[in-house]
């Protein structure tokens, strides 16, 4: 193009340009039917470079040569989905698939259940929302609530548009989310994994892995440089499904210019879901891409709104898991690990074996009746099967031992020697004494957790010094904690046990879900923790329900219900409430629901002299949002909030890449002030 052109000329050939190339866009990386070759596809992109360059008032960030925009990001922000990004229950077999469509048909009313057949893909999970017709913004699962905005880099996966097509026959929301799967095909796999080895780097053991490594790197240059698709299977406007029909739903998402995975069948009834199982039980090999097995969904979307969810999955979909990927070795023993709740498993610890890319050599066996169940003894040689981040397991057993020896159940726990108990109904042998060292140990791992109290420096090997040397004998003992205790035990610096102490010490503002999740009572999940502290914003309305009035909430079913009320019952228990609410922790809430609370679960430090608002007004606002203010920035730090002479705090968040905002970045995520 001449320099002469004018403005206006220069415009219109950009638009042109854009809409050609999106066109072969379309038709080369989403419909897998290039219409040109690759140098001609090249010459248009060029072409549409070279204006940009000479106009940069014209260049818009849905251009196709703004893919990759800038260079590498500090850190990832996170923001909440506006419904949240479930995970499904699985059907193993045949029957389990027959007994998910007998539940829908209980639940619906219906004589037969119209459902959609698709692929499990292995990949990555992903949200892209949509405003105007153009991709504004793209969140990773995350814990489901909340997951990380790596727009940028979503981006540079050719098959997601960055502007959608708009088909006649739908009209399309000025806001919507599509959610689908991020995968990286065999072939893309095995050059990167080549690359890497070549380069002396480490190697990702599965497809997924690598999926969900490039998504996530800091430079989205890297991921573009990978070779992603993504694969759409979910169409919502404000977190509801858009269409009534499921099979509609995947039928516009093309027509507005996803991918949509092309096999996918519409079934009636449980005959036919099982029929479709069986047709794939081999065929998963011939597919480019990796699944891990299928998922059929109801296909009313308003059947599927009757059916609702539990805490963790829709009631309308299930996974059908084909088999996993197997190998056979020796069971050289059988050790039995103690849980948090006092059960009693067996473990078969094997001869290292590799399956599916992954050495293992621990399989879970259960509980006894499982072992009984395969005639498994010591010394035999099984089949052991891995599928996705499941724990292996043991499959059969190929071949006897010579010298096999039974597996005797421990009549004591193996840790503190107390008799164990079956309770009648039960298959789990259980170490009742809670103050079973192993329990323990384990309960506090569990409270220090990341999700729980998230005190950062709690691992392992110090849990178990403080347990053994009697320390800690509950969870409440953390709180009673000081430095001259800790200074006690083996590699434990002044510096690091004075971390610890500030980390235990910044945990009792843990707000009361979370403590709620830290008690670890049995089935008390992160949801169901929130779903109760919702409806009971303090523990002695919560220690003083009934039954009843725990089965008043949607979603808490009979066992819950029992087992919390069990577990407001127990003396022990009532005095570790105690001395929780004595040690200063949150053990009410006002009754802001979660939804309203933007910051929930996200930790924040301060550094350096904000513009506007003080130190203690920043940290006010943040921790009535939900969020937690601590002192020091380490990997369990969300934010770092700069200001004018941020110091030291700045240069350990770059060097661990955490996000990085000012103060108009922290305002924007609070929202207007609330009205008291
Ligand atoms: S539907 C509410 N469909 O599997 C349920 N998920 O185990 C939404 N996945 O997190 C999921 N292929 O990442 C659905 N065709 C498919 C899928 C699929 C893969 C993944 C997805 C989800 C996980 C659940």
Known sequence: MPESVSAADASRAVTSLRETIRRHEHLYYVLDQPA????????????????????????????????????????????????????????????????????????SGLETVDYVGELKLDGVSLAVHFSGGRMSRALTRGDGFTGEDITENARTIRSLPLVVQRPR?????????????????????????????????????????????????????ITASRRLEFFVYGLLVDGRPMLESHWDTLDALAAFGFKVNSHRARLHGAGELVACGDRWKDKRESLPYEIDGLVFKVDSTAVQSTLGSTARAPRWAIAHKLAAEQAETLVENIEVQVGRTGALTPRALLDPVGVGGVTVSRATLHNEDEIERLGLRIGDTVLVERSGDV??????????????????????????????????????????????????????????????????????????????????????????????????????????????????????????????????????????????????????????????????????????????????????????????????????????????????????????????????????????????????????????????????KLEKAKRLGTAIIGEGQLLDLLGPERQP
Do not use: W
């Not at 001609?40 to 251009?63: F, N």
């Not at 479930?86 to 639940?107: I, T, Y």
């Not at 919507?176 to 050059?191: D, L, Q, Y």
């Not at 008390?524 to 909430?553: H, K, W, Y």
């Open 36 to 107: 040109i070759s690759d140098a001609e596809y090249d010459a248009l992109l060029a072409r549409l470079k070279e204006i940009e360059q000479r106009h940069p008032e014209l260049v818009t960030t849905d251009s196709p040569t703004q893919r990759v925009g800038g260079g590498p990001r500090e850190g990832f922000l996170k923001a909440p989905h506006p419904s949240p990004m479930q995970s499904l229950d699985n059907a193993f077999d045949e029957q389990a698939l027959r007994d998910f469509d007998r539940r829908v048909r209980e639940l």
């Open 169 to 221: 026959e739908h009209s399309l929301p000025a806001e919507f989310e599509v959610r689908g799967e991020v995968v990286m095909n065999r072939r893309a796999f095995e050059r990167l994994n080549s690359e890497r080895l070549r380069d002396d780097q480490p190697t990702f053991a599965n497809p997924r892995n690598a999926a969900a490594g490039s998504l996530r790197v800091l430079d989205p240059r």
């Open 391 to 648: 724990i292996p397991k043991v499959v059969r057993v190929t071949a006897q031992g010579k010298d096999r020896r039974p597996f005797l159940p421990p009549g004591n726990c193996p840790v503190c020697g107390t008799k164990v108990v079956r309770e009648q109904g039960e298959v789990i042998r259980r170490c009742i004494n809670t103050n079973c060292r192993a329990r323990l140990r384990e309960s506090i791992l569990h409270c220090a957790s990341r999700r729980a109290m998230n005190i950062d420096g709690l691992g392992e090997v110090l849990v178990e010094q403080l347990v053994a040397r009697g320390l800690v004998k509950s969870v409440a003992d953390l709180y009673g904690l000081s430095a001259e205790k800790l200074a006690a035990l083996e590699r434990m610096g002044k510096k690091s046990a004075a971390n610890l102490l500030s980390n235990i010490e910044d945990s009792r503002s843990t707000p009361l879900p979370r403590v709620l999740f830290a008690l670890g009572i049995r089935y008390v999940g992160e949801r169901t923790a929130q779903i109760i502290a919702d409806r009971f914003p303090n523990v002695d309305l919560l220690a003083a329900a009934s039954i009843e009035q725990l089965r008043e909430i949607e979603e808490i079913g009979p066992r819950i219900a029992e087992t919390v009320r069990d577990f407001f019952r127990e003396p022990n228990n009532l005095s570790l409430i105690d001395q929780l609410r004595a040690a200063g922790l949150q053990l009410s809430q006002e009754t802001t629901k979660r939804a309203d609370r933007k910051l929930d679960g996200l930790t924040f430090v301060l550094s350096g002299t904000l513009p506007n608002l003080t130190r203690e007004e920043a940290a006010e606002r943040i921790e009535g949002e939900g969020g937690k203010v601590t002192g020091a920035v380490s990997k369990n730090t969300d934010y770092v909030v700069a200001g004018e002479s941020a110091g030291s």
